[in-house]
């Protein structure tokens, strides 16, 4: 029997016109921000710190992104490359970057100078759960670079410091001279019932603090468990090792996050550049509960 196309009962969401290729979200993604640069602190030999602010206000109010989010920073005639928002959500229009120097791109990012224009586009990706973290202890793990987004919970939190428990920092570096946003810890100390322990696995000249490995400092960090979220950040040959460790304790892997980082191109799941296994890691990450991360082949 030919099928009437009236006899077809079109269920509502079958009625919408499909959203093939994703344009309307391709129209907000593809679009660039013009935005300024306002300051510039050189932290470390090889990483500075860039302040951006947006030229056009309209923009500026409609740019709105959570911790764990990065942006695809365009220098136009050298290229387009993701980072991570390093930055406070609390300011409109204003947005931080932690560089680190390591090829064509940022090479050139080093030698901009302040009032320099780039673009970006974004926020991309998922972000931390603030929202599930809330009344519990949050402990926060960094590798090196991993301080770079770890910094937007750490702001976060102490925005909104009343919606959580106890707080644990712990950072770990190669050399202390690799240390990143020390002339901040004063103010990170400050925030109500927060413990920051610093590690350097290399002893150098002047450096009173600890030596060893970030799993050192894990090793005798009392923690209510049952109750406590772990954020991790770093290389993830760290994850390996500091989400064993977590594991031991009894922090189940549902409650341990980690930053996933691939190589990137489009930042909105087109190129498949940033593919681990069939998932995308600029939409489906950079952030990630462990336990989807141990089933992805090969993603540590
Ligand atoms: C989601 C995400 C967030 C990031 N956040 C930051 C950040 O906050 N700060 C920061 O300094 N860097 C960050 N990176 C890494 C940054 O994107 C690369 O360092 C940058 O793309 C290098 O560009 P380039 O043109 O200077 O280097 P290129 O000339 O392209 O390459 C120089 C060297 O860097 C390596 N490289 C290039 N891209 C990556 C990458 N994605 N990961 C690791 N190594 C790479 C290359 O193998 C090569 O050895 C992030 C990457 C991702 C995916
Ligand atoms: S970076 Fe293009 S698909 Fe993820």
């Not at 998922?126 to 926060?140: C, Q, R």
Request: neutral net charge.
């Amino acid at each position: 029997m030919k099928i009437q196309v009236e006899d077809i009962n079109l269920t509502p969401s079958l009625n919408v016109v499909p959203d093939f290729n994703r344009k309307a979200s391709l129209m907000k993604t593809d679009k660039v921000y013009e935005v300024q640069i306002t300051n510039i602190v050189a932290l470390t030999e090889h990483e500075k710190l860039f302040r951006l602010q947006f030229i056009h206000e309209d923009e500026a109010k409609v740019f709105h992104f959570l911790p764990g989010q990065f942006v695809m920073l365009e220098v136009p005639g050298f290229g387009e490359i993701p980072i991570s928002l390093s930055a406070s959500t609390a300011f409109v229009g204003q947005i931080e970057l932690c560089i680190r120097k390591a090829g064509k791109v940022t090479g050139v990012l080093h030698n901009a100078k302040i009032g320099s224009m780039v673009g970006i586009r974004g926020p991309f990706g998922t972000h931390f759960p603030m929202e599930k973290m809330t009344g519990k202890d949050v402990l926060l793990i960094a590798g090196g670079l991993g301080i770079v987004p770890l910094r937007g919970p750490i702001l976060w939190i102490n925005e909104h410091r009343s919606q959580y428990g106890k707080i644990y920092i712990l950072y770990g570096v190669k050399t202390p001279s690799q240390i990143l946003f020390d002339y901040q810890f004063k103010e990170w100390e400050k925030i109500y019932d927060c413990e920051i322990d610093i590690i350097s696995e290399e002893k150098s000249p002047g450096w009173s603090g600890k030596t060893g490995m970030i799993t050192d400092l894990l090793k005798d960090k009392e923690m209510d468990v049952r109750n406590t979220y772990a954020v991790v950040c770093g290389p993830p040959v760290m994850f390996k090792y500091v989400c064993a460790d977590l594991s031991e304790k009894g922090i189940p892997m549902d409650r341990m996050f980690v930053d996933l980082e691939r190589r990137m191109h489009c930042g909105m799941g087109k190129c498949c550049r940033c593919m681990v296994g069939s998932t995308f890691t600029c939409v489906d990450g950079p952030v990630m509960d462990y336990w989807t991360v141990m089933n992805l082949k090969e993603a540590i």
